[in-house]
């Protein structure tokens, strides 16, 4: 099973600044393969990024994914008021094998 | 628009069976391009792939729940099950069905709003 490790647990910054989420994979993974949800408190997670690279529909470009391999990139540009959420990493593999990162969050300083 | 609905039980006794559908509306569960499938994620925790199910009736699970495990698809009430057996304090958790896509990257692209179930005598 591939494990995706998170870091930070918590990224603490201010409206504006730039946040830089990491995503660890214990194996290699296929950049087709490669997500990132984004979940707010009482709501359902929602699709950011797919193809580590690619952005979901209707996603603000301030949004980008990069990596490939083992490490992957979640970058937020300016940071919005609404940006400040959990951000979960999701990785889809043979056997079939689906597994989600234990999360970022993203919490105003 | 596509839209998901959770429904089912919001509290199960432990070493009961837990039993939750799925009910896909603006869209026919029938699509070759997707999976159909169950995320769980227990109250403060991250989120758990539980199983995926193919309109045909193929169907996958995590390794670590498979023997408890048991998803199904209606494809004429537009909607997917899913059983969990004997069930303890640990399945306690709020559980989503979600619309995986099925060819360029299995990702989940559309999510039901997501059901407590909480296990308790």
């Known amino acids: 099973e591939i494990v995706l490790a998170q870091s930070p647990g918590t990224l603490s910054l201010s409206p504006g600044e730039r946040a830089t989420l990491s995503c660890r994979a214990s194996?290699?993974?296929?950049?087709?393969?490669l997500a990132w949800y984004q979940q707010k408190p009482g709501q359902a997670p929602r699709l950011l990024i797919y193809?580590?690279?690619s952005r979901a529909t209707g996603i603000p470009d301030r949004f980008s994914g990069s990596g490939s391999g083992t490490d992957f990139t979640l970058t937020i540009s300016r940071l919005e008021p609404e940006d400040f959420a959990v951000y979960y990493c999701?990785?889809?593999?043979?056997?079939?094998?689906?597994?989600f990162g234990g999360g970022t969050k993203v919490e105003i300083k | 628009q596509l839209q998901l609905q959770e429904s089912g039980p919001g509290l199960v006794k432990p070493s009961e069976t837990l039993s939750l559908t799925c009910t896909v509306s603006g869209g026919s569960i029938s699509s070759s391009s997707y999976y159909w499938g169950w995320i769980r994620q227990p109250p403060g925790k991250a989120l758990e792939w539980i199983a995926n199910i193919f309109y045909s009736g193929s169907t996958y699970y995590n390794q670590s729940l498979q023997s408890r495990v048991t998803i199904s698809v209606d494809t004429s009430k537009n909607q997917f099950s899913l059983k969990l057996r004997s069930v303890t304090a640990a399945d306690t958790a709020v559980y989503y069905c979600?619309?995986?896509?099925?060819?360029?990257?299995?990702?989940?692209?559309?999510w039901g709003q997501g059901t407590l179930v909480t296990v308790s005598s």
């Open positions: 193809g580590a690279s």
């Open positions: 999701q990785q889809y593999g043979s056997s079939p094998h689906l597994t």
């Open positions: 194996q290699s993974v296929s950049s087709s393969y």
């Open positions: 979600a619309r995986q896509e099925g060819f360029y990257g299995y990702y989940f692209d559309y």
